[in-house]
């Protein structure tokens, strides 16, 4: 009989039912929690332990309900399960129980879910990370469980160019090297992992670029006083095969003199440059299947074995009217020097400058533009080496206006002109201040009324009855001049007919004279008139186009005492008096 109960026994164990007689706590989960999620393959099942247990038995399954699942069996609180499916919800439960004397088990826990881990965290470089090595390691969040990693990167996002790499390492390793990447080159990244039973997808892709333009130290850019033979130094590259870099005397690198430096040297020291000259130099790096750009070049001047600079003499500084041709360039002697370099330019940067050099304390220009700022210096030579430059004098080239301005209005041969006058407008023309107007009745412009205004419009005033006027313009400063510009010409109509001068309205101005303001009467109201007053030039000093009332109180504002033409019209008639203001 004994027999027989311990057999029933064994066989609900293996059934999977609870002991109706059970005496053993029921075990409490305690890891992972509920719901955990990025649980990695390995993943480590921990529960409290039961008093009187003997050993333990728990179910894994995808299914919620553990349908299917077969009981496995431990003798610790505690079993790592290894190689779970990627991006998989598992569901487990555990029970204590006792075997030998009088077997028991408790009941089933309650049961707990945890989901595994589907993708790589990518870590280093950092999303869109420049200036990278071309040997740049990658590196990833680790996951225990893997036996290995798969690494891709291409020049593509879509991973398809001819520059494809694919390969793995370890998964004891969260970390690869990459080598011989190309120089300014933006690479796209992203890793997986796996095990004997799956494959994690693959990590979202990052992207990083390679460096393009090395770092330089010394000599610091711009640094001066530097000896004749400096150590060149820069900036190391890890994964580079060597570096060259290279230096000239002028600032684009032509005549440059190349330097090779094998290896993982990052300076270099020259000999015998030339005292008190300015050199620009430049590195680049590369390895077996690459070189990078050259980096944008450094300037340094060395030292001067002439301490002393020449001081200029002629032109003075911030001359004006400089003739165009043949101007000399005078400067004082310096200290040891044997001859001079001068250069001059149109811009304080002596860029496209005109250098030379000369014996004599003096040297005879070319032609010059005109209108234009020149800036000039010039430093002592021994043959060995330069002394400083001379401090940077200016001079403005006589000022010349070769092109005459172009006639816009009135156009040429208009006709029926208001007897009020017309604007004359013309185009403006570089670099000129004022403008001077004529206009006249004869062609040849022997008695032309007008004068100098600063902008290209003027007012001709009251004009005559059936009258052919010529008018032209030229542009300059008040000294220097422009040619005229063509002569175009325009001309008036006939006195406004149907109204006697003798039924007009009664029509004066009072106090005339005036000290700038007076009183119009012009009998009329019944449509707006235009009151103009020029002087004797024809210049209009005050205009209203929109006089309205029989008598109106007019103010001239700062007109200057004298003579002046005070002119009403509307669509009927016309009239003129004289204007004199004290």
């Known amino acids: 009989m004994k027999r027989l109960t311990t057999l029933l026994f064994v066989a609900a164990f293996a059934l999977g039912v609870n002991n109706a007689f059970a005496t053993l706590n029921t075990p409490t989960i305690t890891a992972p929690t509920v719901g955990a999620t990025n649980r990695a393959p390995d993943v480590l099942l921990n529960w409290s332990n039961s008093t009187s247990a003997t050993a333990y038995q728990y179910k894994l399954s995808t299914s919620p309900t553990l349908a299917g699942a077969v009981a496995q069996q431990v003798s610790v609180s505690q079993v790592n399960c290894a190689n779970l499916l990627f991006g998989t919800t598992y569901y487990w439960s555990v029970r204590a129980i006792k075997t030998g004397g009088s077997p028991d088990s408790s009941a089933w826990s309650a049961i707990w879910n945890f989901s595994t881990i589907n993708q790589v965290t990518l870590s280093t470089p950092g999303i869109g990370a420049n200036n990278q090595a071309p040997n740049a390691t990658l590196t990833w969040t680790a996951i225990s469980g893997l036996t290995n990693y798969d690494v891709q990167y291409d020049t593509s996002a879509s991973f398809n160019s001819p520059f494809n790499t694919y390969f793995s390492v370890a998964g004891s390793s969260a970390t690869a090297n990459c080598s011989n990447l190309m120089f300014g080159q933006n690479y796209y990244w992203r890793v997986r992992g796996r095990h004997s039973l799956d494959t994690t997808l693959w990590s979202t892709v990052r992207n990083f670029s390679v460096l393009d333009e090395?770092?330089?130290?010394?000599?610091?850019?711009?640094?001066?006083?530097?000896?004749?033979?400096?150590?060149?130094?820069?900036?190391?590259?890890?994964?580079?095969?060597?570096?060259?870099?290279?230096?000239?005397?002028?600032?684009?690198?032509?005549?440059?003199v190349l330097m090779q430096m094998p290896g993982s040297t990052v300076q270099d020291t020259l000999y015998g440059l030339t005292y008190g000259t300015t050199y620009y130099w430049q590195v680049r790096v590369y390895h077996s299947l690459d070189t990078s750009s050259w980096c944008s070049p450094w300037a340094f001047t060395t030292q001067y074995q002439l301490t002393s600079a020449p001081t200029l003499v002629s032109p003075a500084n911030s001359s004006t009217n400089v003739p165009l041709s043949t101007v000399n360039f005078t400067w004082n002697a310096s200290t040891g020097a044997t001859s001079y370099q001068y250069e001059y330019a149109d811009n304080s940067s002596f860029t496209n400058s005109v250098l030379g050099n000369s014996t004599p304390l003096t040297h005879v220009s070319g032609t010059l533009l005109a209108s234009t700022t020149y800036y000039w210096r010039v430093r002592g030579s021994n043959g060995n080496g330069y002394s400083p430059w001379s401090n940077v004098w200016s001079f403005a080239t006589v000022v010349q206006y070769n092109t005459a301005p172009t006639l816009i209005s009135p156009p040429d041969l208009t006709v029926n002109v208001a007897l009020t006058g017309t604007t004359l407008t013309w185009s403006s023309v570089y670099a000129a201040t004022q403008y001077y107007y004529e206009f006249d009745t004869h062609s040849n412009f022997s008695a032309p009324i007008g004068g100098a205004i600063a902008s290209?419009?003027?007012?001709?005033?009251?004009?005559?009855?059936?009258?052919?006027?010529?008018?032209?313009?030229?542009?300059?400063?008040?000294?220097?001049?422009?040619?005229?510009?063509?002569?175009?010409?325009?001309?008036?109509?006939?006195?406004?007919?149907?109204?006697?001068?003798?039924?007009?309205?009664?029509?004066?101005?009072?106090?005339?004279?005036?000290?700038?303001?007076?009183?119009?009467?012009?009998?009329?109201?019944?449509?707006?008139?235009?009151?103009?007053?020029?002087?004797?030039?024809?210049?209009?000093?005050?205009m209203n186009n929109a006089l309205v009332n029989a008598e109106n109180t007019l103010d001239l504002g700062s007109v200057k005492p004298g003579s002046y033409l005070l002119s009403v019209e509307n669509s009927s008639y016309r009239k003129c008096i004289p204007l004199i203001v004290e």
């Not at 850019?221 to 095969?241: Q, R």
Request: glycine letters at 8%; aromatic letters at 12%; charged letters at 10%.
């Open 214 to 256: 090395m770092i330089l130290v010394l000599p610091a850019n711009n640094a001066t006083n530097v000896s004749i033979n400096p150590t060149m130094k820069w900036v190391s590259v890890a994964g580079s095969t060597g570096y060259q870099y290279r230096y000239s005397t002028f600032s684009n690198m032509s005549n440059a």
């Open 456 to 542: 290209p419009s003027a007012i001709t005033g009251p004009l005559g009855t059936n009258t052919i006027y010529f008018w032209r313009i030229k542009a300059g400063n008040g000294t220097i001049w422009s040619p005229w510009s063509s002569v175009w010409k325009f001309s008036t109509g006939p006195t406004v007919v149907g109204v006697d001068e003798n039924t007009l309205p009664a029509f004066n101005a009072y106090p005339n004279p005036c000290n700038g303001t007076f009183t119009l009467n012009t009998g009329l109201n019944s449509e707006p008139s235009r009151v103009i007053v020029c002087d004797l030039s024809g210049k209009v000093v005050f």
